[in-house]
């Protein structure tokens, strides 16, 4: 039995690295052969437009192109990547290192850190951090965070913003009817 599902496994195995291989070769032709290949997929490729956050719940963000992302998330004008953080707890300088390293340099970073108030211990570090490497930070609440972003992309700033999904939400009348139209729009109730 154990030598049966050896020889499954290693046929398995070879499928897959065979699988990985031609996928591999597919997309290397277009891509950038030299050290530091890096692969970035732009998703809204409207060049008037730049990325939005239309909606966020506490598992992740909606973007203007139908986008969902799950988890937390650094998002810039025309790309966004996920964010390795679990809660604002994790934001120390290690997390916000990469956004010093980005060219050409951002104006402004706006932090989104749940639903967590802002404390004066955590705003005091990050915003030394980002001092030291000349970039503006703003703490907010998500909520607020995914707004200023909007405006600020809207505007054309060079602007990224990292934001983690609140654990809490509170819904009005009009968050409520938007959900029910959405629902009958995908799956075509009728009320």
Known sequence: MAKVLQLAFSGLRRANKNLIASASRQY???????????????????????????????????????????????IFPRSVLSWNVSTYEDINEDSLSFFCTLEPKIDILILGIGDQPVTQSLSKVIIEFMKKHKINVEILRTEQACATFNFLNAES??????????????????????????RKEIYDETD
């Open 157 to 182: 700033r060079m602007v990224a913003s990292a934001l983690i999904p609140p654990l809490h939400i509170s819904y009005n009348e009009n968050d409520i009817l938007q959900s029910k139209l959405r």
């Open 28 to 74: 290397a032709k277009a891509a950038y052969e030299a050290d530091g290949k890096t692969k970035v997929s732009i998703f809204n490729t409207e060049q008037e437009y730049g990325l939005m956050i239309t909606g966020f719940s506490q598992y992740g963000f909606r973007l203007n192109n139908d986008m969902v992302i799950v988890g937390p998330m650094a």
